[in-house]
């Protein structure tokens, strides 16, 4: 294959042995379009049976980040008209992830930057996950009333330390390549100005995948989380997410109170629904999770806060987002279970 003109918003290419995908919408941090995931998931099943293409390497165009999540202009957009442009979306973007997931070939992310949302399910998912200094990784949902998608309830679910990923998944906040790679969210650091020669040995390399990578590897930067891990592991061992957050509020630790009210801020539908994904999602597959992240979608959407939410937070800009309900305790967990448990006539994976 080869770059499909300056203005794509994705270009591919054949670079000795390597496939090569970059990003190519820098000003809007290559936000992910219905497109933009059309001609990834094409690309990849083009290559994955084809002996010229020995691995593939995805990066980012500019310099401020490998993807900013999806286009939620255009969910905004399906939501307020009552298309069906949200759910195709969604179902597209879950089977990219779940290609990349289960791809015979090594697939290697270049997480320079912004890596957030869909950016996350585009990167975490793969075999070989890099990340520079200059990484922030995270998974945001909660602010604008949805739920880490894209498979991200099952990566959070995983990371080793004691609640660390519901920490991440109800808070939104974002972390560095230190905390990554601790974290089991990226396997290697490399400096931000070794990456262009990175991918050149790649593509000229005769060497295995991983070799090639240790040669450019360096230590990672220390941990932040680290020692809020304690915190951390106290606060977030509770029943419910309002539980958690009256913890949260109420510890003798600063961090902690911060975060408490920082989770107050958010959709507190989304961290309702976010709080028994994360508890959930340990039993169970990736698959299966994606499946959940489609029917969770849909019902999620028909609530107010979505809208609301990406209104507040990307329309308008107003920051100033009216929840419905407007507390966890208001909350009814008959809804959570409701969007969950949503019933949807088609399915992401046959």
């Known amino acids: 294959m080869t770059a499909q003109g300056d203005e794509a918003s994705v270009l591919t290419r054949v670079d000795g042995g390597l496939g090569r995908i970059e990003l190519n919408k820098p000003k809007a941090i290559n936000a992910l379009s219905a497109d933009m995931v059309s001609i990834i998931a094409d690309t990849l099943t083009a290559w994955k049976d084809d002996d010229a293409v020995r691995a593939v390497l995805v990066t980012g165009a500019g ?18 008209e009552g298309t069906s442009e949200a759910v195709d979306f969604w179902a597209d973007e879950y089977r990219m992830n779940l290609e990349i997931a289960q791809y015979p070939k090594p697939y290697i992310a270049i997480m320079d930057g ?9 990167s975490v998912h793969g075999s070989h996950r890099i990340v520079t200094e200059t990484t922030k990784l ?6 604008i009333g949805l739920f880490p998608d894209v498979g991200g309830t099952h990566l959070l679910a995983r990371v080793p330390q004691q609640d660390v990923g519901m920490h991440l998944a109800l808070t939104g906040q974002p972390i560095g390549a230190g905390d990554a790679i601790r974290s089991g969210l990226a396997d290697t650091f490399v400096p931000r100005e070794r ?7 790649l593509s000229q390399s005769d060497e295995d995948v991983d070799a090639v990578i240790a040669r450019f590897a360096a230590d990672p930067p220390p941990s932040e989380l680290e020692a809020d891990e304690a915190w951390i592991a106290s606060s977030y061992d509770a029943a ?30 989304s961290v309702a629904v976010t709080f028994e ?6 039993d169970m597959t990736l698959e299966e999770v994606l499946e959940r992240d489609f029917r969770a979608g849909s019902g999620i959407s028909a609530q107010p806060d979505l809208r609301e939410g990406i209104r507040a937070q990307v329309i308008d800009k107003d920051r100033d987002p009216q929840w419905s309900p407007a507390s966890l305790d208001e909350v009814d967990p008959a809804l959570v279970t409701s969007i969950l448990s949503t ?5 992401v994976f046959s």
């Open 63 to 80: 310099d401020r980040g490998l993807c900013a999540g999806g286009d939620i202009k255009a969910i905004h957009r399906g939501i307020v």
């Open 114 to 122: 912004i890596t957030m949302g869909g950016g996350v399910g585009l």
């Open 138 to 143: 995270g998974m945001p949902e909660t602010g």
């Open 195 to 201: 990456i262009a020669d990175l991918a050149i040995a």
């Open 240 to 269: 419910t997410a309002a539980e958690v957050v009256a913890a949260l509020r109420t510890h003798a630790d600063e961090r902690a109170r911060a975060a408490g009210d920082l989770i107050a801020t958010k959709s507190p539908l």
């Open 277 to 282: 994904m994360i508890r959930t999602a340990g």
């Open 343 to 347: 019933e949807q006539t088609r399915k």
